[in-house]
C-alpha cells in the first residue's frame, strides 16, 4: 500500500464537485475545457485542484454576473455537501 493511494479518490471526488457545481448553474458544457486547462497547466496535485477549483468557479461568475465571493462560498457549501 502505497502512502498516496488517497489521491486518484481525492481526485474523482474534486472532479464531480466541480463537474456537478457546472451543470447546477447551467455550464456545464464548459468542465472538460477547465479540466483540460488545469491538467496543462498543473505542476503538482495541489496546483491542479486550485486550478480546476478556481476555473469552475471563475466560469460561473462570468456566466451569471456576480461576485467571486459569493460563488466560491456556495461552491464550498457544495463541495462539502453530501450530494
Do not use: C
Given at each position: 500500500?502505497?502512502k498516496?493511494?488517497?489521491v486518484?479518490p481525492?481526485l474523482?471526488?474534486?472532479?464531480?464537485?466541480?463537474?456537478?457545481?457546472?451543470?447546477?448553474h447551467?455550464v456545464?458544457?464548459?468542465?472538460?475545457?477547465?479540466?483540460q486547462?488545469?491538467?496543462?497547466?498543473?505542476?503538482?496535485?495541489?496546483?491542479?485542484?486550485?486550478r480546476?477549483v478556481?476555473?469552475?468557479?471563475?466560469?460561473?461568475?462570468n456566466?451569471?454576473?456576480?461576485?467571486w465571493?459569493?460563488i466560491?462560498?456556495?461552491?464550498?457549501?457544495?463541495?462539502?455537501?453530501?450530494?
Amino acid at each position: 500500500m502505497s502512502k498516496f493511494d488517497f489521491v486518484p479518490p481525492l481526485l474523482e471526488y474534486v472532479r464531480g464537485k466541480a463537474k456537478s457545481f457546472l451543470e447546477n448553474h447551467g455550464v456545464g458544457y464548459a468542465y472538460e475545457r477547465i479540466e483540460q486547462s488545469a491538467k496543462v497547466n498543473m505542476t503538482s496535485v495541489t496546483d491542479y485542484i486550485n486550478r480546476l477549483v478556481n476555473d469552475t468557479v471563475s466560469e460561473v461568475v462570468n456566466s451569471e454576473n456576480e461576485e467571486w465571493g459569493k460563488i466560491s462560498e456556495e461552491f464550498t457549501i457544495h463541495y462539502f455537501s453530501k450530494d
